[in-house]
């Protein structure tokens, strides 16, 4: 009788060939937690400063942490194993994250090369999973050879930061970022000759990692209203806008994106999984913006106020592009153009909205505009699921 191994070599999952369905494991949600902390961590940095600088300090901390995320998520598709070495990985990839949570404050001053240390350590131990998969898989070792190469690139560059001063080190921290993040799509020829990702654990995991963005969407706008101190009609109303609003988006993902499937060719994948960066970016920043803007209640803060504007566009524009990189069934009842349409020409509504806001356009003025924005998606959706055919389609799809 043979047992279960307590120590398992990484194979590669085949999975998505035959098209069955994968699940995402206890483990996997667990260490999102980590990742619940570390995102909140730069949201209250950028709702503390929603300015351009405020908004730079966002996105050069915010990146690390998604790619980190990335790296465990992808790494865990390709060769997601059950022995205890899966646990032991995790949890020590579970530290320097930690790391990153706690440094990403005062991230352009003197928490920098803490916080960078800690990027560090994350990145060489999803390398070595990498460097590992690819010495006990002949097929995917050449493209294991691009990673470890392109990876450790990005990581000379990253070390190099740490030893420049003022701006030096922001842009050689941005080249790093570049570097790492651009290896992946060097190694696309090669990826077509592996096995499928698999359609139904990676659009799970980005989801739940909408959620985790939405719900600091949710704490920023119950905080802003608890520090606002007292109550009255428009904070009540400025709440519940924000919620709508939260609602709206969550909605919106979900209905139109979260439970379609990509379409199968690598290109496709790669687009679909590349565009969730500006979408998480673009919906921090609106919520961010949202919590700063009910928090400062007597005050007119014109880049909050841009900030959820654009940030709502830029969220639209990327909702809207994503349509594009899915799957076309034979039951789907949107439109392959009218559907992702209509989130790009409300980006260009929202868009032309944050630069021509003045002072005189008030809190609850702005955000209705944004929520009536929503509700032109919302309503089409609604219209071409319940004008579709029940023969077509179950009811229990939608969610």
């Not at 405020?54 to 998520?73: D, Y």
């Not at 980005?206 to 608890?226: N, R």
């Amino acid at each position: 009788m043979s047992k279960r191994k307590a120590w398992q070599i990484p194979i590669i999952k085949t999975e998505g060939d035959l098209d069955i369905h994968r699940k995402v494991s206890w483990l996997e949600l667990f260490f999102d937690l980590f990742f619940v902390v570390a995102v909140a961590s730069v949201f209250h940095n950028l709702a503390k400063d929603t300015s351009l600088n405020g908004v730079i300090n966002f996105v050069l901390s915010f990146i690390p942490i998604w790619w980190v995320w990335i790296g465990a998520t992808y790494y865990n598709e390709r060769f997601e194993t059950y022995g205890i070495e899966n646990r032991i990985f995790t949890f020590l990839l579970m530290i320097p994250i930690a790391g990153l949570a706690i440094f990403s404050e005062n991230f352009f001053s003197y928490n920098f090369e803490k916080y960078a240390i800690s990027y560090l350590l994350a990145r060489l131990i999803i390398i070595f999973l990498w460097a590992r998969a690819g010495y006990h898989n002949l097929g995917f070792r050449k493209t294991s050879y691009y990673y470890i190469i392109g990876f450790l690139l990005g990581l000379i560059f990253l070390i190099t930061s740490i030893f420049l001063k003022d701006e030096f080190r922001f842009i050689m921290f941005g080249i790093a970022l570049f570097v790492e993040m651009y290896t992946p799509i060097l190694t696309t020829k090669l990826m077509k000759s592996l096995p499928n990702f698999t359609r139904s654990k990676l659009p799970e995991r980005f989801g739940l990692f909408i959620i985790i963005v939405l719900g600091e969407m949710i704490v920023g706008t119950i905080t802003g209203l608890k520090e606002a101190g007292y109550y009255n009609i428009k904070e009540l109303i400025s709440g519940i806008l924000g919620i709508a609003i939260e609602f709206g988006f969550w909605w919106i993902y979900f209905d139109f994106v979260g439970r379609r499937v990509f379409k199968k060719n690598i290109y496709s994948v790669l687009f679909w999984s590349y565009l969730h960066l500006p979408l998480v970016l673009g919906i921090t920043c609106l919520g961010a913006g949202l919590s700063s803007t009910i928090e400062h209640k007597d005050e007119i803060l014109i880049h909050n106020h841009q900030l959820i504007s654009l940030g709502a566009a830029f969220v639209f524009l990327i909702l809207g592009l994503l349509e594009f990189t899915l799957e076309k069934t034979k039951n789907e009842p949107t439109h392959p153009l009218i559907s992702p349409l209509i989130k790009i020409i409300s980006a260009m509504i929202l868009t032309l909205n944050g630069f021509l806001i003045n002072e005189n356009l008030s809190v609850n003025s702005l955000l209705f505009i944004v929520f009536i924005v929503q509700l032109i998606s919302m309503f089409y959706g609604l219209y071409v699921w319940f004008n579709q055919n029940i023969d077509d389609t179950s009811f229990s799809e939608y969610h």
